[in-house]
């Protein structure tokens, strides 16, 4: 076997290119996918490309899919990339999920809730039995009945009938120009605004994980999913010549606001804790587990012992984040050799001392 | 609709000159100024994603496209050969998203982006070396937490460093780390040379170049000025040791420069070549083939 130098580099990279683009492409004789076959039909991997991609473009989160080949991270972190060159025209008012239009919203601490719980769409009570009449194209797309009465335009939280009786903590309102990652490094110790947005753009295998991890026992959550809806809000932005704010969008989201364990303050009375989830889209696991990770991580705030890792704050917001992740730990695929050259070097010459001291192996 | 060939290199359209928009770039030179102002002490800045996966070079792409100007001449080199995929990769993007010329010559270049190799041609006044770093931190092997490290460097508190090279000495007789030895810039801050092989260190201190640090995932950015004292960490009776392969170069036959292990067959041939190919070509000019091929050839 001859050796094979890593030369030519320019022109590798260029044919491994053209070599993507035919895979991506796939058999000629299947007709090749649409963005709006992906856009409609792949919805709930549009919605985790958006959300975690911090970018609302349901047709550029497609595009992102297609190019990735179906690859969730890779696709992410296209949008990102793309994101991080466009200009910031304003930043919008808060949202306000009270005014939702819900498609779907449950409660598992309460059996009914002013506005009702409303099941809408969800894979929860599916069996799951592979449909293998999805293998053939139908003829007739399934119609789900319409209510004949809508539902109330203004669906207070279930959260509320708590707050007036004192026993949950109030929401915490600030307002105080929210910290933005996307133009500043995380600082440490973190406030719950860059808490928050680093969850929201985390990953969402990681943060099920550290969420699974507290549940399970490496962490103290006791967590009741208070409220779980998901639906379209309106986006307003206040532009300075106008000095009111105007609505500029609906778009997606899902929000979980989780109940958590007592927390005695030896100052006032025993409450409820919150931990709070929100995703573009529709992606209830991640809101779930965002609002028991962030939770986790309110430990210290509570006089909680910080023992796990759900609970670290450097250890969670230090790590999130998929495109971070990923590039870095696929990084070792790169040349090392010039390292490795150096490394090997320093064996050789601490086995030869070894060996000539005689406590190294007789020979090798 | 119009596909970008992938294999027609363009000027893309649609972005910036080198990519980051002009707010951005003078963020990261508002903290290339202060890293410069504070030889060693990382600076944290608002890193962006760029089109390239973080571990892969994006801090110093960051820096490179902040400071690259179009009448720069770019050279880009990882291992020390400009012809390494990523740097070919590396190069290729800046092609797109600035038209600047680029180079292999360490002579003619004014910017050369490098990952783990310092160019065996000393650089010269008004040219700048770009460091891509994985990770800046030189104490986070020692201590995981971000805001303990900080304290550490606020207060110099490098022992625990010096307490990790004595454990070496005592249990290897010699201090067990080949690439990424830790330096002391301009007396004061503990700095990671970013991972090149111990033989570079010395080229660190005083170089009339200005050497800038980036590093993307990890949002820090840190600077030798020219002329500065950079001090590899070592003990008076074990002194700093820059190590390279011992022998000389198949190719050009030099004794000084950092040497690769190049295997060439399966049976345990192998030969060492210079690392730094610009370095390797320049001597070689005039000389033919050398003996690489003829081996080659033969195996």
């Known amino acids: ?364 | 609709m119009n596909r970008i060939s992938p294999s027609k290199p363009v000027v893309w359209t649609g972005y910036n000159f080198a990519y980051l928009d002009e707010q951005t770039k003078r963020m990261v030179r508002r903290a290339l100024l202060k890293a410069l102002a504070i030889p060693g002490y990382q600076v944290a800045f608002g890193g962006r994603e760029m089109p390239l996966a973080y571990g892969w070079g994006t801090g110093a792409i960051q820096v490179t496209a902040s400071i690259i100007g179009p009448r720069d001449r770019l050279k880009v080199i990882d291992q020390g050969s400009d012809d390494a995929t990523n740097a070919a990769s590396i190069r290729r993007f800046f092609r797109s998203v600035t038209g600047v010329e680029t180079t292999a010559s360490a002579l003619d270049a004014t910017i050369v982006q490098t990952r783990h190799r310092i160019p065996e041609t000393p650089l010269r006044e008004n040219q700048v070396l770009v460091y891509q770093v994985p990770s800046p931190e030189p104490l986070r092997k020692i201590e995981p937490r971000e805001s303990e490290t900080r304290k550490m460097h606020a207060y110099a508190e490098y022992g625990p460093m010096l307490l990790t090279l004595y454990e070496d000495i005592a249990r290897y007789g010699r201090v067990a780390s080949a690439y990424n030895c830790p330096v002391i810039v301009n007396e004061r801050y503990l700095a990671s040379p970013s991972p090149i092989p111990k033989f570079d260190n010395p080229k660190l201190s005083h170089s009339p170049a200005i050497q800038l640090f980036g590093a993307g995932r990890e949002k820090r950015i840190y600077a030798i000025p020219p002329y500065t004292s950079v001090r590899s960490l070592d003990f008076e009776d074990f002194p700093f040791e820059p190590s390279r392969p011992d022998g000389r170069c198949s190719l050009c036959g030099s004794e000084t420069s950092y040497l690769e292990e190049v295997i060439m067959d399966d049976v345990g041939g192998r030969m060492f070549v210079c690392s730094d190919t610009d370095y390797c070509r320049r001597r070689r000019e005039g000389k033919g083939e050398g003996p690489v091929r003829a081996a080659r050839a033969k195996a």
């Open chain 1, 1 to 364: 076997m001859a050796h094979v130098a890593i030369n030519g580099g320019e022109e590798a990279i260029l044919k491994s290119q053209t070599l993507v683009a035919e895979q991506r492409r796939g058999d000629v004789a299947v007709p090749e996918i649409t963005l709006a076959q992906i856009a409609s039909q792949l919805g709930l991997a549009v919605d985790r490309v958006m959300s975690e991609g911090s970018l609302y473009d349901r047709d550029l989160a497609a595009l992102a899919l297609k190019q990735a080949q179906g690859d969730a991270l890779e696709a992410i972190f296209l949008l990102r990339a793309y994101r991080t060159t466009l200009p910031r025209i304003a930043a919008s008012e808060p949202i306000d999920t009270s005014t939702m239009t819900v498609r779907r919203r449950v409660s598992a601490t309460f059996k009914d809730v002013p506005g009702g719980q409303v099941l809408g769409a969800t894979y929860d009570y599916t069996h799951r039995l592979l449909d293998f009449a999805l293998s053939e194209t139908a003829d007739d797309a399934p119609r789900a009945d319409v209510s004949a009465e809508p539902l109330d335009a203004r669906m207070p939280s279930a959260l509320d009938p708590l707050v007036s009786d004192g026993l949950i903590e109030e929401e915490i309102r600030s307002d105080a120009e929210a910290y933005d990652l996307t133009r500043e490094p995380l600082c440490l110790p973190a406030g719950r605004d860059q808490r928050l947005q680093n969850l929201a753009r985390g990953d969402e295998g990681f943060l099920l994980g550290l969420a699974y991890s507290s549940a399970r026992g490496y962490g103290s959550v006791h967590p009741f999913v208070g409220e779980l809806r998901a639906g379209e809000v309106t986006i307003q932005i206040t532009p300075e010549e106008l000095g009111f704010p105007i609505d500029i969008a609906d778009i997606g989201v899902t929000e979980c606001q989780m109940i958590n364990q007592l927390h005695a303050d030896p100052d006032d009375l025993p409450r409820f804790t919150r931990g709070y989830g929100l995703a573009f889209g529709h992606c209830e696991r991640k809101t779930i587990a965002m609002a028991l990770v962030d939770r986790a991580m309110r430990a210290a705030e509570f006089g909680e012992k910080v023992e796990h890792p759900a609970q670290n704050e450097e250890f969670v917001l230090s790590h999130s984040d998929s495109v971070e992740a990923s590039g870095f730990v696929s990084h070792f695929k790169l040349p090392h050799y010039v390292d490795f050259q150096a490394e090997t070097r320093l064996l050789r010459e601490l086995r030869a001392r070894a060996r000539s001291e005689g406590e190294g192996e007789p020979s090798s």
